[in-house]
């Protein structure tokens, strides 16, 4: 082969060399595209699950359930199962409800008073007679009759019989001491054996209320036996509560609260 001939054939080679590189050169921000592929494939994925009905479906799942899953809030003070002791002060000392109800003649947060009526109204109808004696107390008033019960009775039964100003749950509006029409042992334990405290003790769990303060659970509660004293804590929960036999405490997996 002539030289020149070879020449031109090196030359011809470096030239598509040459154009070889150019090219993948140039291609070379292809890997760029692939680098976002990615993206584009998290969007597909994302489109995808969402005009997927299933997708659509689980993918919101985990909000609702976490949202759901709370049990009751034994702490709120606007919740109707907060639970109120000497160790579990309203955080708001002036807290007042936002929505008292008359209920024969105290007030009661609306849902309390409505359930007390209707169980009141259900009592009637079984020829048995309640009275609203006390409903929401304001803590200045609880304090005064702190302070009463102390001059009057001592300290010790103070203590044990009423509770300090800021730890009352009649400050919350769910608590309402009942009685006979005829006033028969009105605050005392004796009225668990009247028409009244008896019938009470077998039926207001149906209506949300329990007797807050069983007999033999003063080291739980705090407080002596206070068959009058009802708690709203809706139906639910106070069925639970009757059904076991247990105080809201133990029912809300809290310590027992005997003393402040
Ligand atoms: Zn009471």
């Not at 302070?147 to 509770?163: L, P, R």
């Not at 002596?224 to 059904?243: C, I, M, N, S």
Request: charged share 15%; net charge negative; aromatic share 8%.
């Amino acid at each position: 082969m002539p030289r020149q001939h070879v020449n031109t054939h090196i030359a011809m080679i470096v030239c598509v060399c040459l154009c070889l590189l150019a090219y993948l050169s140039w291609s070379a921000p292809e890997p760029d595209i692939n680098a976002s592929a990615p993206a584009s494939d998290s969007e597909r994925t994302t489109s995808a699950a969402a005009s997927d009905p299933d997708a659509e479906t689980s993918a919101p799942a985990p909000a609702p359930a976490t949202a759901s899953a709370p049990g009751p809030d034994f702490d709120s003070p606007q919740s109707v199962t907060v639970v109120v002791n000497k160790h579990r002060p309203l955080t708001d000392r002036a807290y007042v409800p936002g929505d008292l109800a008359d209920a024969s003649g105290v007030q009661l947060r609306a849902e309390a008073a409505a359930a007390y009526l209707q169980m009141s109204a259900d009592a009637a109808a079984a020829g048995i007679g309640l009275t609203a004696v006390s409903g929401f107390r304001a803590a200045d008033a609880q304090g005064l009759l702190h302070d009463s019960y102390t001059q009057n009775y001592g300290v010790s039964t103070a203590e044990a019989i009423s509770a300090r100003a800021g730890f009352s749950e009649h400050q919350t509006g769910l608590a309402v001491d009942i009685g006979n029409n005829d006033g028969a042992c009105s605050l005392q334990s004796c009225f668990a054996t009247t028409p009244a405290g008896a019938w009470a003790a077998a039926n207001a769990h149906r209506f949300g209320f329990i007797i807050r303060y069983p007999n033999g659970a003063e080291h739980i509660t705090g407080f002596t036996y206070e068959p009058w004293h009802l708690r709203y804590v809706g139906p639910d929960v106070a069925q639970k509560l009757f059904d076991a036999g247990i105080t809201l405490e133990e029912h809300a997996g809290l310590p027992p609260a005997p003393g402040y």
